[in-house]
């Protein structure tokens, strides 16, 4: 199983940046996936996540109003980044676990696959 974080970058306070993660290698029918980020010194941090028919959603509440989490196919999963700030700035990683209901996953432990992360960093 692969999951191939991508679209993370350099943006300005404020601006916006949709982070995709593309997963591979097996069916993803019974898996919720979700986003999680790390910045340096801190502890990983769960942000979102959607259930395996993408129908549930669940935002941390550190970051509800401002970024939203979309499953567009079983395979596809965005993150959409809305007025960014500098605390912001992390690496951002795409999790997937399996979920033997169509509920959301929060916890770091239960996802049992991961993506290798994309920096995003937000300059004041």
């Known amino acids: 199983v692969q999951l191939q974080a991508s679209g993370g970058g350099l943006v300005q306070a404020g601006g916006s940046l949709r982070i995709s993660c593309e997963a591979s290698?097996?069916?993803?029918?019974?898996?919720?996936m979700g986003w999680f980020r790390q910045a340096p010194g801190r502890e990983r941090e769960f942000l979102a996540s959607v259930s395996r028919s993408g129908r549930r959603a669940n935002h941390a509440d550190s970051i509800k109003g401002r970024f939203t989490i979309d499953r567009a196919t079983k395979n596809t999963v965005y993150l959409q980044m809305n007025g960014l700030k500098p605390e912001d700035t992390a690496v951002y990683y795409c999790?997937?676990?399996?979920?033997?209901?169509?509920?959301?996953?929060?916890?770091?432990?239960?996802?049992?696959?991961w993506g290798q992360g994309t920096q995003v960093t937000v300059s004041s």
């Open positions: 999790a997937a676990g399996e979920s033997t209901w169509d509920g959301t996953l929060k916890m770091a432990h239960d996802y049992r696959y």
């Open positions: 290698g097996r069916s993803f029918d019974n898996i919720a």
